[in-house]
C-alpha cells in the first residue's frame, strides 16, 4: 500500500505512468480510478499517447452497450488498463497487477444511493485480497490514510515540490466588508477579471453551488421553499423552471407567489447559472462556459466543453468541483473562487491561477474574497 503525497504539479500522474508501465509490462493489467467522469477523457488521451496497450474507460456516462463491451475487453484481458471513476472498482480484471487511486481523498468515490460504498476502501481490499500494490494519490490526503501511513500501514512517498522553475502562484484576501460587491463578485475580483481578460489569458470562476440561487425565499414572512421529501431547502434551477433538491433529488414547479401570505418571492444567493448571468453581463465579449451537473447531463457536453476551453474559444469558465479536479488549462491566468468558506476550495486545478474570491461568514452580509491559487 503506497500514498503518495504530492504538491499539485509535482509529477504524481507521471509516476503512475511509470508504475503502471513497469506493472503492465508482462501482459498485466492496471485500474486507475478518478473521482470525476470529466477527467476520463484527458486521462485518456494522455495515456493513449503513452501506450499502444488495449485501454478501457468504465462509468456511468457510458451507454450499455458500450460498458458491456468495456467490461468485456477487461474480463478477457484485451483491455490493459481501465480507466474509470468509483463503479470501475467492481470490474472483473483476471491479470490485475497494479490499481491507482487518484485525488484518493475526494468525496466523489463514496457512493451514497441505493448500495451505498466508498470506491477507494473497496480499492484498497481488492489489493489486499489479489496481493497487489495500490498507490493512493493526493496533494490533501484524507485524515484516514495520513492515519494510516502514520501507523506503518502505507508506505508514504513525498512529492514537496514542482519540477524545474515551477513556482506556486500569488495568493490574495478581498474582504468584502470593505468592498462593494454585485452578485457575489466583488469590485476588485471584476477588475482583477477584466485586467486579465484584457492581457489575453483565461479565467476561471469556481463556486460549488450548482442552479440559480440556493434559496426562494419570501420577504414578508419569511417562508423558505422547503423540500417536501427531506429537510433540505428547494434551490432555484432557473433556466429549466424548477425546484430541485440537491440532497434527494426531488423537483417541484416554481411558484408564483409564496404559499403562506401570497407576496412576491425572491431568490437569494448564487449559483453558478446566477454568476454566469451576471458575467455574461459584465463582460459581454468574453466567450463564457459553464461546467457542473446540470450543464454536462447531455452526452458528450463535457468534451465539448473542455474542448471550447482549451482551443481559446472561451475566454471564462464558469463551474463546480467538477471543473477542479486534475484538468490542465494552460492558458488561465486567473482563478475566482467564490464562497471559499463552504469548505470545498481544497479542490484542485492543474492551471497556474493567480487569484480566488472568498465570503466571510463573520460578515453580516455573508461576503469576503480571496485570491488564491487552485490547489
Known amino acids: 500500500m503506497h500514498l503518495l503525497d504530492g504538491v499539485t504539479g509535482s509529477g504524481k500522474t507521471e509516476v503512475y505512468l511509470r508504475a503502471i508501465a513497469a506493472a503492465i509490462a508482462g501482459g ?25 496497450a488495449g485501454i478501457a474507460v468504465v462509468h456511468s456516462g457510458l451507454t450499455d452497450s458500450e460498458r458491456r463491451d468495456a467490461w468485456r475487453n477487461a474480463h478477457s484481458g484485451q483491455a490493459r488498463i481501465i480507466i474509470g471513476t468509483r463503479s470501475a472498482v467492481f470490474t472483473s480484471l483476471p491479470n490485475l497487477a497494479l490499481i491507482v487511486v487518484d485525488e484518493e481523498h475526494d468525496a466523489s468515490y463514496k457512493q451514497h444511493e ?32 495520513l492515519e494510516n501511513a502514520a501507523s506503518g500501514r502505507y508506505i508514504r512517498h513525498l512529492l514537496p515540490q514542482r519540477p524545474g522553475a515551477a513556482q506556486a502562484p500569488r495568493m490574495s484576501l478581498i474582504d468584502l ?49 422547503p423540500c417536501e421529501h427531506c429537510d433540505a431547502r428547494m434551490t432555484l434551477h432557473r433556466r429549466a423552471l424548477k425546484l430541485r433538491c440537491h440532497h434527494c433529488g426531488a423537483q417541484a ?53 473542455l474542448d471550447r476551453v482549451r482551443s481559446g474559444e472561451a475566454r471564462i469558465l464558469v463551474g463546480t468541483q467538477m471543473l477542479t479536479k486534475g484538468h490542465h488549462f494552460p492558458d488561465v491566468t486567473l482563478v475566482v473562487i467564490l464562497d471559499a468558506d463552504q469548505g ?32
Not at 485500474?31 to 493513449?48: G, K, M, S
Not at 466588508?177 to 481578460?197: F, K, M, N, V
Not at 481544497?346 to 487552485?374: D, F, N
Open 28 to 52: 498485466a493489467q492496471a485500474l486507475v480510478l478518478v473521482p470525476e467522469i470529466a477527467l476520463t477523457p484527458q486521462l485518456v488521451d494522455r495515456f493513449r499517447r503513452r501506450f499502444s
Open 114 to 145: 441505493g448500495f451505498r460504498y466508498s470506491a477507494r476502501d473497496l480499492a484498497v481490499m481488492r489489493a489486499r485480497g489479489a496481493t497487489v500494490p495500490i498507490i493512493l494519490g493526493s496533494a490533501t490526503p484524507s485524515l484516514e490514510t
Open 177 to 225: 466588508r470593505r468592498h462593494a460587491a454585485e452578485q457575489g463578485l466583488s469590485t476588485p475580483a471584476i477588475q482583477a477579471i477584466d485586467q486579465h481578460l484584457k492581457a489575453g489569458g483565461q479565467i476561471i470562476v469556481f463556486l460549488n453551488r450548482r442552479g440559480y440561487a440556493p434559496s426562494l425565499f419570501c420577504n414578508s414572512c419569511g417562508w423558505v421553499a
Open 253 to 305: 414547479p416554481v411558484p408564483a407567489i409564496c404559499a403562506n401570505c401570497g407576496q412576491a418571492l425572491l431568490a437569494v444567493g448564487q449559483g453558478t447559472e446566477r454568476v454566469e448571468e451576471t458575467l455574461t453581463r459584465l463582460f459581454p465579449d468574453a466567450p463564457l462556459a459553464r461546467l457542473d451537473r446540470d450543464s454536462a447531463s447531455a452526452r458528450g457536453s463535457i468534451q465539448t466543453v
Open 344 to 375: 470545498t476550495v481544497c479542490q484542485r486545478l492543474s492551471g497556474e491561477p493567480s487569484a480566488s474570491h472568498r465570503r466571510s461568514r463573520k460578515s453580516p452580509a455573508g461576503p469576503a474574497a480571496r485570491r488564491a491559487p487552485a490547489r
